[in-house]
Nanobody
Framework: QVQLVESGGGLVQAGGSLTLSCVVS????????MGWYRQAPGKQRELVAG????????YVAPPVKGRFTIFRDNAKNTLTLQMNSLKPEDTAVYYC?????????????WGQGTQVTVSS
């Protein structure tokens, strides 16, 4: 079984930076893709950035492009999100997600989420 645990969230002023970390217990190589998602109050959960099993970035959401960077390190069993130039609209609960492509059916794993609050 795979378990994902996020950390690194907190309160920061606009223009500041935070680094989120997701630690994977279990076989990280079983996760064909991984990504960071976020859900703001009253909004639907959305994909922020995704990375392939090899660590290449395959998606960055337009609102965070140029400000956020995703990094997958299989050797350390981690997925990180470097967030720079934070804006109040970035305030949300951020979730680490991973997906296994299996024969016939896929499986998705989620972390518990970490709160990011950006004040103006």
């Amino acid at each position: 079984q795979v378990q994902l645990v996020e950390s690194g969230g907190g309160l920061v002023q606009a223009g500041g930076s935070l680094t989120l970390s997701c630690v994977v217990s279990g076989n990280i190589y079983s996760l064909n893709v991984m990504g960071w998602y976020r859900q703001a109050p009253g909004k639907q959960r959305e994909l922020v950035a995704g990375a392939t099993i090899g660590g290449a970035t395959d998606y960055v959401a337009p609102p965070v492009k140029g400000r956020f960077t995703i990094f997958r390190d299989n050797a350390k069993n981690t997925l990180t999100l470097q967030m720079n130039s934070l804006k109040p609209e970035d305030t949300a609960v951020y979730y680490c997600g991973g997906r296994t492509f299996a024969a016939g059916s896929d499986r998705t794993y989620w972390g518990q989420g970490t709160q990011v609050t950006v004040s103006s």
